[in-house]
């Protein structure tokens, strides 16, 4: 459930990366004050408590933020969803420090990455009966203009998809979907998805990345800066080269020998809907 009879919702986000920054501009408005935002971040000087996101059409709405802390006390007790925006491979050590403030029984915590095994990392820390949800999706393209103050939604989604332990459809539609969309196109909806294997196979990120990043540092040397044509492109998609192609390829092949393997052992149907990157 949401908040206390005749409070608001507390939602609390951890991080401050590009869907950080937009949930923190997108939620108080969204909701009509419903929820009330606090940001858990290293950095909380950085932050204006009024963030700004724009849109394609040319359209911004401004966000705001009740209280902006690097110390988790003043923070996460009293949070009802805390949400952890940040990269896959930092989740541990968040889960692990975040544990001591909070009830899991009481606060749903959720990723908005979530692929890597997250849910179990989740079970083993919060235990069975916490409430967590994690996106199988982010839910728009988006980029950071100036930190602590600025976003941009380069591109919204019409829907996404969601996993759950101990959450219910209703309550995902009803505290969950409304943080996240674009007022504009009321969009995306979030699909419940009935485990979390698919979020595991997901041909994204943690294919993309390897692949294009191995191509654009492949020639740097310890202590030696990447210079004149071996400097790598700013934008991380654009200009993808051939052999980067070939290696996403490789890695997209191997991928669905496993959970092609994986639905031999199990017979879980969800394997079924996962696509190649083909």
């Not at 939602?11 to 920054?21: A, E, F, P, Q, W």
């Not at 923070?75 to 949400?83: G, T, Y």
């Not at 191509?215 to 980067?244: H, Q």
């Amino acid at each position: 459930s949401g908040g206390s009879a005749g409070k608001p919702m507390i939602v609390t986000i951890i991080g401050g990366g590009n869907s950080g920054h937009v949930c923190a501009s997108l939620i108080h408005e969204n909701t009509n004050g419903r929820v009330k935002v606090q940001l858990y971040t290293s950095r909380p000087d950085m932050w204006s408590t009024n963030p700004v996101v724009k849109f394609p059409d040319g359209s911004s709405q401004n966000g705001l933020i009740s209280l902006i802390s690097s110390d988790p006390r003043a923070v996460l007790p009293q949070s009802d969803i805390v949400l952890w925006t940040g990269p896959v491979n930092a989740t541990k050590g968040v889960f692990e420090a975040i544990r001591p403030y909070i009830d899991p029984r009481k606060t749903a915590v959720g990723t908005i990455f979530a692929q890597g095994l997250t849910h179990t990392l989740a079970h083993r820390i919060f235990g069975s009966d916490m409430r967590f949800f994690a996106l199988r999706n982010i839910p728009w393209l988006c980029r950071t203009i100036q930190h602590g103050k600025e976003c941009e939604i380069v591109g919204p989604k019409t829907s996404i998809e969601a996993s759950v332990f101990n959450l219910s459809e209703e309550w995902v539609k009803r505290e969950l979907e409304p943080l996240f969309i674009v007022k504009s196109i009321n969009e995306p909806v979030i699909n419940l998805i009935p485990d979390f294997v698919p979020i595991v196979f997901n041909p994204a990120n943690q294919l993309i990345h390897p692949a294009v990043y191995y191509t654009l540092f492949s020639k740097w040397k310890k202590g030696s800066f990447l210079a004149g044509k071996d400097e790598p492109n700013e934008w991380l998609y654009r200009d993808m080269s051939e052999l980067a192609g070939n290696i996403l390829q490789a890695i997209d092949d191997e991928m669905r020998l496993i959970k092609d393997a994986y639905y031999e052992a199990t017979r879980i149907q969800s394997c079924i809907s996962i696509l190649s990157l083909k």
